[in-house]
């Protein structure tokens, strides 16, 4: 079965520094969510989209933004990047009313 | 969404049942129980969800008390492959809102 896709696996960027990490829901799902997860931490909600709209926010600093296309798939854009940007960035997708599908995330690396 | 009370860690022999305990003492009668697993940096993987009955699938059982306070988490025979932090969320009706991660249960499964 199709799953979570998101690219790039690994990246490394230098401080203040762009990154943008991209994930591609599983086919028919409406909704994605993206959550950061810190060294030793647990995963924390950013935010969500729900048919190409924002439907919910939780602690993304405003250096970073998203958006989710028409094709469903979503941008998580990260400016000024600072060295305790470094994580891994999960993306999860889910059908309205049903659980959601974690991908195998993004690890971020800021020197 | 109400608050959940985790063990931090717990040890299980392989082969045998783990059960994990997860306290939420201000559950509403409208919020599910869902527990998460997370196997080093993976994606969190989900497990099982219940609201007042218990329930049971092929990975687990989830026994929920009749006041709804707290709930087991089931592994039957647990495997080396089960070793993960094991998350227990609360949250309203089904799959609306956002998964809030707090402490979760480092289980480890031992030979």
């Known amino acids: 079965a199709a799953g979570v896709i998101q690219s790039p696996r690994h990246l490394i960027k230098e401080k203040r520094e762009t990154a943008t990490l991209k994930c591609y829901p599983i086919?028919?799902?409406?909704?994605v969510y993206w959550y950061q997860q810190g060294p030793g931490q647990d995963p924390q909600f950013l935010i969500s989209?729900?048919?190409?709209?924002?439907?919910d926010k939780g602690s993304i600093p405003d250096r970073f933004s998203a958006q989710q296309f028409s094709d469903y798939h979503s941008e998580l854009n990260m400016s000024s990047l600072e060295l305790g940007d470094s994580a891994l960035y999960f993306c999860?997708?889910?059908?309205?009313?049903?659980?959601?599908?974690f991908g195998p995330g993004t690890r971020l690396t800021v020197t | 969404d109400a608050k959940t009370t985790q063990p931090t860690s717990m040890d299980c022999a392989e082969g045998r049942a783990a059960n994990l305990p997860c306290n939420h003492s201000?559950?509403?009668?409208?919020?599910?129980v869902y527990w998460y697993r997370q196997i080093h940096s993976q994606g969190p993987q989900y497990i099982i969800h219940?609201?007042?009955n218990n329930e049971t699938n092929e990975m687990a059982s989830l026994i929920i008390t009749e006041d709804r306070k707290s709930s087991t988490l089931i592994l039957p025979h647990a495997t080396l492959r089960d070793t993960a932090v094991y998350y227990c969320?609360?949250?309203?009706?089904?799959?609306?809102?956002?998964?809030?991660f707090g402490k979760g249960t480092k289980l480890s499964v031992k030979p």
């Open positions: 989209f729900y048919e190409k709209m924002q439907s």
């Open positions: 086919p028919r799902h409406d909704t």
């Open positions: 201000t559950i509403s009668g409208n919020e599910y």
């Open positions: 219940g609201l007042k």
């Open positions: 969320i609360v949250r309203v009706g089904g799959s609306q809102g956002n998964l809030i």
């Open positions: 999860a997708s889910s059908l309205t009313g049903r659980r959601e599908y």
